[in-house]
């Protein structure tokens, strides 16, 4: 299923949908248009959200290229590029810490217990307690 595809099937709009998955419309926008690929991230919110596992959106489109430069000309970064990339926020990462030092991550977690529609985490049980319909669950953490 695609982006579009989950959208349209639970009626959202693009701004919608974005408010949900904590992202802008435009990179929604981008996502369905192939301009884009989703980060693993966010493929994990709409994961965690819909339970639904997001295929690959159309390819991007080719841009056209002018007669090849120089190799070394071709390798460097421009400034304006090298500027991009400074920018570029991050996207934080989550770690979930025991109180006897092991760490995981969430996506480690959802990797664990599959396709639920909850996920209750106890560092003190060590234990990640899930819910899928009427049933229930748990893993080790560590």
Known sequence: MTIRELRKEKNLTQAEFAKAVGIGVSSVSAYESGR????ATVLAKIHFLYGVAIDEEKPAPKAKQAAPATKAKQDAPTPKAKKRAAKKP??????????LGGEI???????????VDKVYI?????KAFWVKGTQTG???LW
């Open 105 to 115: 991550t969430p996506f480690a977690i959802l990797a664990r217990v599959g396709q």
């Open 138 to 140: 748990s893993v080790d």
């Open 122 to 126: 106890r560092v003190d049980l060590n």
């Open 36 to 39: 884009a690929k989703p980060s």
């Open 90 to 99: 991050t996207e934080p990462q989550i770690i979930i810490q025991s109180p």
